[in-house]
């Protein structure tokens, strides 16, 4: 026997809205998002009530009337009606703002609550490619809905909140704030793209909630919760589209490739690279065209391509050169000669090039250095002590390798942890000298303390 629905009874109740009400607003909300074969009256909601378990997408439909009563998200999982499609949602890059809108605020919630669905999922390799091609061809002219405008002074709040969370995870690592900052956009921001605006605001919104998300997407991958960070980086890429913001679009595409490179599939991290190259020639960020330039190489490097990556290299320096962070958004503070010669440290290292790994290496740990940047260069302190293993100076390697240890014992970040249990493995050929056995137990006791 069914057992009633206690959360869903609670909602109605709550709302005030009629069983044939709900009905009728069911079935617009379906017309609203294109789903035209979506029949409901009173007697269905009376055995929701009951028990039943409507099917797909009725679940998503009545989360998306309820949230527009209350003005704040309500979600499937929270009207007793499971997960709904917020799984597969996160990973589509869909035409329609309203649906996007409700994709990113379920994934927000979901990511808050730690629910098992987000971190049970698999990193999807190919979910990129219809994303990266879209973004490239779309120009969408959806409207908000209706209901109170939003001001410029909403969106400038978001905008100075954003600095405070990229500080928090450049110098304490992604693990650090990603909770905190999930729960900020599920309070503040994504309720806020419910609502109507004129088009400047708009623009300006979608530009800083696809910021703010992406970096929910950057903190999660920096922490290894790579099915997370894939679909916030999704969303986000729609999000700054909408805001017709071309640079901010390759900028996520930068770290849809970093991501898709370190785990494994690098040709899909070069497609997405040049996919955010192509996407700005409509747009000037010198910084954005170093990164995009830098990860293409990173992903050229590993398929094996040294040629192709020296000369991405290269270009990426070329870019490097003009830029003026003054004159770049504030997302693209990151994109600074510790980070650059950081990553092309680990071309080179890829490459088996010690001697210019080595030199990168070294730039990238006295810029961070200078900023007490602990992650990035606990992960050039790696890139260095590869190099020294690479020409066999042991010594060398274990001293780079202790500086690795002590900077990442001061972030919260599994890139740096990974880091480290790199270089315990390209230690093993060197059999057991008393310093490889030192190094790997302390490496030991730090990765099972992360």
């Not at 679009?249 to 599939?265: C, E, F, P, S």
């Not at 210019?356 to 990035?376: G, L, M, V």
């Not at 066999?392 to 919260?412: F, S």
């Amino acid at each position: 026997m069914k057992s009633p629905n206690e959360a869903f009874a609670y909602w109605l109740e709550r709302s005030g809205i009629s069983r044939k009400d709900l009905a009728r607003r069911v079935q617009s909300k379906a017309l609203e998002w294109g789903q035209r074969n979506i029949a409901t009256n009173a007697t269905r909601v009376r055995m929701w009530l009951e028990g039943e378990t409507p099917r797909a997408p009725i679940p998503d439909l009545l989360a998306g009337v309820f949230s527009d009563h209350f003005g704040f998200r309500v979600t499937t999982y929270d009207l007793g009606l499971g997960e709904g499609s917020s799984v597969d949602a996160g990973l589509a890059y869909d035409p329609s703002f309203a649906v996007t809108v409700e994709v990113v605020a379920d994934l927000g919630r979901a990511d808050v609550d730690r629910r098992k669905f987000l971190s049970a999922a698999p990193f999807a390799a190919v979910a990129g490619v219809g994303p990266s091609r879209d973004w490239l061809l779309n120009t969408l002219d959806q409207e908000p809905e209706p209901g109170p405008r939003v001001r410029l002074e909403d969106v400038t709040a978001v905008r100075n909140m954003f600095s405070t969370f990229q500080q928090m995870d450049i110098f304490q690592g992604g693990g650090s704030g990603r909770l905190v900052l999930a729960e900020y956009m599920n309070q503040h921001v994504y309720p806020l793209l419910r609502r109507s605006h004129d088009e400047q605001v708009r623009y300006a919104l979608c530009e800083a909630a696809a910021e703010q998300t992406y970096l929910l997407g950057w903190m999660a991958y920096d922490n290894g919760e790579h099915s997370i960070a894939q679909r916030y980086l999704i969303q986000s890429l729609r999000l700054a589209e909408e805001s017709r913001n071309p640079a901010l679009g390759a900028h996520v595409l930068a770290g849809m490739a970093d991501q898709a490179t370190l785990l494994g599939n690098p040709r899909e991290g070069r497609r997405l690279a040049q996919a955010g190259r192509q996407g700005l020639s409509r747009a000037t960020s010198a910084a954005c065209l170093a990164d995009l330039w830098c990860l293409e190489a990173r992903a050229l490097a590993v398929l094996g391509d040294k040629t192709a990556a020296a000369h991405a290299v290269v270009q990426s320096e070329n870019a490097a050169e003009q830029i003026d962070l003054a004159e770049e958004a504030e997302w693209a503070a990151f994109i600074d000669p510790a980070y650059l010669h950081g990553e092309h440290a680990n071309t080179f290292r890829d490459m088996g090039d010690a001697k210019s790994a080595e030199e990168h290496a070294r730039r990238s740990i006295d810029h961070a250095r200078k900023q007490n940047r602990a992650r990035r260069g606990a992960m050039s302190q790696a890139a260095l002590a590869v190099s020294h293993l690479q020409r066999k100076d042991l010594d060398a390697a274990y001293a780079a390798g202790m500086r690795t240890l002590r900077l990442t014992g001061q972030v919260k970040s599994s890139r740096a942890v990974e880091a480290v249990q790199d270089l315990t493995r390209r230690m093993e050929p060197f059999g057991g000298n008393r310093l490889v056995a030192d190094f790997t137990d302390r490496a030991r006791e730090l990765v099972a303390a992360a």
